[in-house]
């Protein structure tokens, strides 16, 4: 099973919609998780933490599943510039701690 | 409010040829990376210096060297390019290894030809 794992999509949505998407981990020690954005051709960028009790930064919502170990990135009213992939990031503790990306959501927003 | 810094932004090489690849941050952070990403495809991790004075290799290390010169730089070598070296490079740095997030700069869109 892989450290981190995320449906590659792509997910199309319309403009307006709320659009979610998981982010699966398999070590359950781990601690913190992020979602980063990535446009095409360009770098990374952090979009927001993901905390114990969920939070929230305007029309996104991010939530931890510790039971379950994901964590979910919802969208509320989407927009045409939201269209982008998305990365969960997540530290993985194996002796050592190290943050691990996944491999990406592709998120289309069309009007 | 630079950030990560990377140059140069694009190079194209010859197979063969070498290069270094400059990464600089102003952010104090302790730790930096190296990333290649292929198209469609994922970030991987090619180096990586948790605290000044440290290196360690990555996923895919092969066919690069780096260089921790000091807090705020950290620099790829390509000693000998190959076609399959044809990538977009990140360089990012984060306050430290395990938990904290990483920043990156903007990249370095290199072609071997």
């Known amino acids: 099973r892989k450290e981190v794992e995320q449906d590659p999509g792509p997910f199309n949505v319309p403009e307006g919609a709320t659009v979610a998407f998981n982010c699966t981990y398999s070590?359950?020690?781990?601690?913190?998780f992020f979602w980063y954005r990535q446009d095409c051709r360009k770098e990374p960028k952090l979009l927001m933490s993901v905390y114990s009790s969920g939070n929230e930064d305007g029309r996104f919502t991010a939530q931890l599943n510790r039971a379950s170990q994901y964590i979910s990135l919802l969208i509320r009213d989407s927009k045409l510039s939201d269209s982008a992939t998305y990365l969960c990031?997540?530290?993985?503790?194996?002796?050592?701690?190290?943050?691990?990306f996944g491999q990406g959501t592709r998120l289309t927003i069309n009007p | 409010n630079a950030g990560v810094t990377q140059t140069p932004k694009f190079q194209v090489l010859k197979t063969g040829q070498s290069m270094t690849l400059q990464c600089a941050q102003d952010m104090n952070h302790n730790s930096m990376y190296w990333y290649r990403q292929d198209p469609g495809m994922g970030l991987r991790l090619i180096y990586y210096?948790?605290?000044?004075?440290?290196?360690d290799k990555g996923e895919v290390p092969n066919g690069y060297n780096v260089s921790r010169l000091n807090k705020r730089e950290f620099s790829l070598r390509l000693e000998s390019a190959a076609p399959s070296q044809t990538s977009v490079y990140f360089c990012?740095?984060?306050?430290?290894?395990?938990?904290?997030?990483?920043?990156f700069g903007d990249g370095t869109r290199l072609s071997i030809l």
């Open positions: 990031v997540v530290n993985v503790i194996q002796g050592a701690q190290k943050l691990v």
């Open positions: 990012a740095s984060s306050a430290d290894y395990s938990n904290q997030p990483q920043h």
């Open positions: 210096s948790a605290s000044e004075g440290t290196t």
């Open positions: 070590n359950s020690a781990s601690q913190s």
